[in-house]
């Protein structure tokens, strides 16, 4: 007779093998337990989440078997470790004391089965081999096949097997057998185990077992129990009494039927161990799921599943989803981070000092908003993550920093941390003339605009900036980056530049006083080192600046001209800008051996014998 038919009786005698099972393969895992700990958060009519029950994809192939080989790290396969009996091996005690069977003994993230021939790693030398899946795979099939979470399969191999095979470091290919209760009714012999002989084998119980619990979602009403209340007995004799259950959802259902007791208050104390008149099969599944992969009421379901399931590695849920923030978003987080999600930017992870600084700027009502990337890595080996609203990097040396996305692109191009600016001493700061930003670093800073863009400025360029009035003053803000120029550098601003050298330091110019400087050679030219800033505020809003061997003079009519030697003392004498001649009109403008210049009011002649003469207009 089958394992699991329609019949009520059948199934409950096959029920009643289940918990007998679970005894023993509980007793030897609780063999190493030493201290109780009483459950935690059990209700007895909602075990585990429809959702989380039925989410076939919860886990892939690879993650299930990186999960397996965390749970049993050394395998001794070929029983070599010591066994802790007599100086005997695992091997030596097992074939001498025990009379089992010798290596190898393949454990559950080593075992392959071929489900065509029912060959396994036992008979294959103890691993891997052609035509034969992994547990992991499996697993994995089963779970696609039925729609079975493949963590509930996980935790249910672990309730059910002996060892049980989760944790076995030298498991006997028999506790492989009926390693998921399937298909062994207590109907022999004083209640023995009467298991059916064609149902044995790994595969076999993994995918009826999917199988099954896929049937009863199917078939809820073909059971004893049913939806809503229930009388559940303690344990397998009745005189132990029962419970009256409310179950509030097909999951929970179902695990009653596979295992048709719920625990008293004896066994939900006495975790992991043993209580009177206790059954264990559904505590030990909420108590070994929610250890495992988080509250099993705790769903992660809708948008924030498309996030969870390709990061697995977030670990256990520990609130369900919220979907009450800003512009209709969600969040909810887990053991090792969060997913936050919104129409816009989808479900993205934020974790670590990204999210601890994203938390001290407001969350997703501060200025950053909702995060629109995961983690991402900078050119100097660093990680930032996209912001609605900008930026923000994190090293274990500044900590996290949050950027306007511009300051981030053009600090990034200057390679980080590891490039001239070094680490940021502040986050950046928008609250500037103009909408404008900046962010300072060890060895400088940068500036930004919409009209200008990010614009690095350092060094003595930028303390002359500052003492002019910084954004606020007749520069405004840069508009370029430090440029090259004869003798030294130079850097452009909305309202004029900055010249830097060795020799004159930094030195501010109006745009037109400088293009007329550099084609007169610069420092190396005729006027040489500049000895003033350009200075304005003359008549008719006129600007100058002095050098070494002369000087240039603009107005918005004129342009830029220079003036020097005889003719600049001359007009000197006759009131500069301010006099009859008011501001030069040219250069000077040889003829023969003498010279002359224009001016708005006149000329001014100079001869080497008469020196220098006014001719007015």
């Known amino acids: 007779m089958k394992h699991h038919s329609l019949s009520k009786n059948v199934n409950i005698l096959c029920a009643f093998f289940i918990s007998v099972f679970l005894l023993t393969a509980f007793a030897i895992y609780s063999s190493t337990r030493v201290n109780a700990a009483p459950i935690t958060g059990f209700t007895a009519g909602n075990i585990i989440d429809d959702s989380i029950f039925y989410n076939k994809n919860s886990m892939n192939v690879t993650q299930i078997q990186s999960f397996l080989d965390s ?68 697993i994995h099939d089963a779970a696609q096949t039925y729609g079975i979470n493949p963590q509930v399969l996980l935790v249910m191999l672990k309730k059910e097997s002996l060892g049980p095979l989760t944790a076995d470091s030298w498991p006997l290919k028999s506790q492989y057998k009926y390693s998921m209760g399937y298909a062994c009714p207590d109907s022999g012999p004083g209640w023995s185990a009467n298991c ?47 419970k009256s259950v409310n179950i509030e959802n097909i999951a929970t259902l179902s695990l009653y039927i596979y295992t048709p007791y719920t625990p008293n208050d004896g066994a ?57 923030l800003r512009d209709g978003g969600c969040y909810q987080l887990f053991a090792n981070g969060s997913i936050y999600w919104s129409p816009a930017t989808g479900s993205q992870v934020v974790r670590g000092g990204i999210k601890d600084k994203w938390v001290s700027s407001g969350f997703e009502n501060g200025a950053l908003g909702y995060p629109a990337t995961g983690e991402l890595v900078a050119s100097d080996g660093s990680v930032y993550q996209k912001f609605q609203g900008g930026i923000i990097n994190w090293t274990s040396a500044s900590g996290g920093r949050s950027f306007a996305t511009d300051i981030f692109t053009k600090w990034n191009e200057w390679s980080g941390q590891k490039g001239f600016f070094g680490k940021p001493t502040t986050d950046s700061i928008c609250n500037l003339r103009n909408n ?65 050298s060795t020799g004159a330091g930094a030195i501010k110019f109006t745009n037109d006083l400088y293009t007329t ?101």
């Not at 091997?91 to 069977?101: E, L, M, N, S, V």
């Open 71 to 138: 749970l049993i790290p050394n395998c001794d396969v070929w029983g070599t470790q010591p066994s802790g009996y007599g100086g005997l091996t695992n091997a030596q005690y097992a074939q001498q004391i025990k009379g089992w069977p010798g290596p190898p003994y393949t454990c559950l993230n080593k075992y392959y089965e071929n489900p065509d021939n029912g060959d396994t790693s036992y008979e294959k030398g103890g691993g891997a081999f052609a035509g034969g899946l992994s547990a992991a795979q499996i």
């Open 196 to 242: 059916d002989t064609s149902k044995a084998g790994f595969y076999k119980q993994m995918m009826l077992a999917a199988w099954q619990l896929n049937y009863y979602k199917e078939h809820p009403n073909d059971y004893r129990y049913h939806m809503g209340w229930n009388n559940i007995q303690y344990d397998t004799d009745p005189a132990c009494g029962t």
């Open 268 to 324: 939900l104390a006495a975790y992991p161990g043993t209580a009177s008149c206790g059954a264990y099969g559904n505590r030990n599944f909420f108590a070994f799921f929610k250890e495992w992969f988080g509250d099993p009421r705790l769903a992660v379901v809708g948008v924030i599943a498309d996030g969870y399931n390709s990061n697995i590695w977030l670990g256990k849920p520990l609130i369900n989803a919220v979907c009450e």
């Open 436 to 500: 404008g930003c900046y962010q300072l670093f060890a060895k400088g800073s940068i500036y930004w605009t919409a009209g200008t863009g990010a614009q690095v400025i350092h060094g003595g360029v930028k303390d002359k900036w500052i003492s002019s009035g910084s954004e606020n003053g007749t520069l405004g803000y840069p508009t370029s980056g430090e440029l090259s120029a004869p003798g030294g550098i130079y850097q452009t601003f909305q309202g004029g530049l900055i010249f830097w």
């Open 517 to 617: 400087w550099t084609t007169y050679g610069a420092e190396s030219g005729f006027f040489g080192k500049p000895t003033t800033d350009t200075l304005c505020g003359l008549k008719n809003n006129g600007c100058y600046q002095l050098f070494r061997t002369g000087s240039l003079y603009w107005t918005n009519t004129t342009g830029a001209q220079s003036v020097h030697g005889g003719i600049k003392d001359k007009w000197i004498s006759v009131g500069l800008e301010n006099g009859a001649l008011g501001y030069p009109t040219s250069g000077e403008i040889a003829s023969g051996a003498s010279v002359y210049q224009t001016f708005q009011g006149g000329t001014i002649n100079w001869t080497p014998s008469s020196g220098a003469s006014v001719v007015y207009n």
